[in-house]
């Protein structure tokens, strides 16, 4: 009775808060919309600047096959410049991403077969832009001295043939893995110990002394009433990201890959939600928990592959990785909604964050102390 006890008052003093409510779950779907529509996979419409200082038969062709790109692909956005002093002056003022440039009698090195070269110059501030326009470019430049399209496969050039074994998922599904734990970690952050932090910051936590609540009831009951906002919010941010990314759930999850669904997003709340405890257990002031908010978010949100695959990461941040509770939760959440995956393929997943929930509210417990 003590705990249940508990656990409703928490839940009334959030649900007094709407606009925390409100917060809580727009912060994550804001996140879905600005980096969806940001990086947007493929890079596109990345301004190219061309001067052409040759204006034989095969600048003209590069020029056809560039303008293929950018009606394409749309990688690039071209400009045609007379100068090149002005090119090279709009790539430092930022105005160009790149600088193609086309050299007198490249056609007839061409001819010849005596090394003609391009010069690429490239803002590579922008390592990313830099790499995106310099494979854009080489691959169009083999394509120079075709002068037919083929009607026939030419059976004398290896050919790859490539195979989606899973539906099309656009880029901004493939973020809703991880606006998930953002919300997970947002209500982790408003809910459990911080309402402690709160109550310590108001004087309120000194009446306890005055009831027969337990260190285990009070920790217990905040896991608890977290637990039960905590996965709420998760799955109405899974809901409205859904929507708004065009994934079909109700026909991609059958019963038991829901119910898998709802144990990830549980056992990764309870893990968030102990490791609050743990670490905000003798924190006295809400400021506190503000900056050390931020912080955290960046620590275990960007680490957890829900942006970059993890197997590109350095050794270092491959190894947080590897005890990241979010990175196991990221996955398999990715695996339930995309791959059709079974118990089988999150079994790991499930037992490192069961393992971790449990660590992190017994070390909880035993780290608060119900004094003054």
Known sequence: MRLLAFIERDLRKFARNPIVVGVSILMPIIYLVILGNSFQGELKNLPLAVVDKDAGPYARRAMELLRAIESGTRTVRLTVSPDEEAAMRGLRDGAYKAVLVI??????????????????????AETISAQTLEAAIARALPEVRTGFVRIRENRAVPALRRVEIYRKIDYDQTLIPGVVIMAIFLGAMMTGAFNLVMDRFLGVDES??????????????????????????????????????GIPLWRMLDARSAMLVLAVIMLSTLGIQGLMFLIMGRIGHPRIVGVLGGFLNVIFFFPSGAIYPVESFPAWLKAFAAVNPE????????????????????????????????LTILAGIFAFKRTL
């Open 327 to 358: 990175s196991y939760s990221v996955h398999a959440l990715r695996s339930l909604f995309f791959k059709g995956a079974g118990i089988a393929a999150v079994r790991g997943d499930i037992f490192f964050l069961a393992g971790f929930a449990a």
């Open 103 to 124: 050299p007198p009698r490249w056609s007839a090195e061409i001819e010849r077969s005596t090394g003609p070269e391009l010069g690429l110059f490239l803002d590579n």
């Open 208 to 245: 306890y002394f005055l009831t027969p609540l337990t260190k285990k009831d009070m920790v217990v009951g905040l896991v608890a009433s977290g637990l039960i906002i905590t996965t709420t919010l998760a799955l109405v941010v899974l809901f409205l990201g859904a929507l708004i990314s």
